[in-house]
């Protein structure tokens, strides 16, 4: 499935097939960069996002519809395109019944505002493609970086869960119309 790049000022959040996971899985870096058209980063994924990737793997390979609101990497517009981080919703509203984002960005790249550049980007195209409005954070109460982000982009605290792998989240809450 084809699906199209978001862009922002500063990066390409371009969608990770199950080709392209598979490829990472396999040992295959170049096919997998050449999949995508960028630059993985060295050590990745690590044991945690091997086990996301496989999560959103199977979910993607139950609705092949389900990939443009999954997994994305941060691609840095740069001559050599390297991955900065990934980001995308834990599935389509209709199917999790919220529009629930998660995002990781890698060491190196940290505190450079590209969580909330790609966090923008996702929910204008949410919004602006599917009518979304309405969208979700789930942070560990320890996560500061997060927890600033939620705050800085006006997302309000609603809740707390319990997550099977992360434990205690907090839930934020966001309206866009």
């Known amino acids: 499935m084809s699906v199209p790049v978001i862009g922002t000022s500063r990066l390409d959040l371009v969608s990770m097939s199950p080709a392209f996971i598979e490829a990472v899985f396999g040992g295959r870096w170049a096919d997998a960069e050449a999949m995508g058209g960028f630059t993985l980063p060295a050590g990745w994924p690590?044991?945690?996002?091997?086990?996301?990737?496989r999560l959103r793997l199977e979910q993607m390979q139950r609705d092949p519809h389900t990939q443009q609101w999954l997994v994305r990497a941060m691609v840095l517009r740069a001559p050599e395109r390297p991955m900065i981080g990934h980001i995308g919703f834990h599935g389509p509203p209709?199917?999790?019944?919220?529009?629930?984002m998660g995002y990781t960005v890698m060491p190196g790249?940290?505190?450079?505002?590209?969580?909330?550049?790609?966090a923008e980007a996702m929910m204008e195209w949410a919004r602006r493609e599917h009518g979304v409005e309405r969208f979700f954070l789930s942070i560990a109460p320890d996560n500061g970086p997060s927890l600033a982000m939620a705050t800085k982009m006006a997302f309000r605290r609603v809740g707390e869960q319990m997550d099977e792998e992360d434990g205690l989240e907090y839930v934020f809450e966001l309206m866009r119309s």
């Open 46 to 53: 690590d044991e945690h996002d091997a086990r996301f990737l």
């Open 94 to 100: 209709e199917l999790i019944g919220r529009a629930e």
């Open 109 to 118: 790249s940290r505190r450079q505002g590209y969580a909330i550049e790609a």
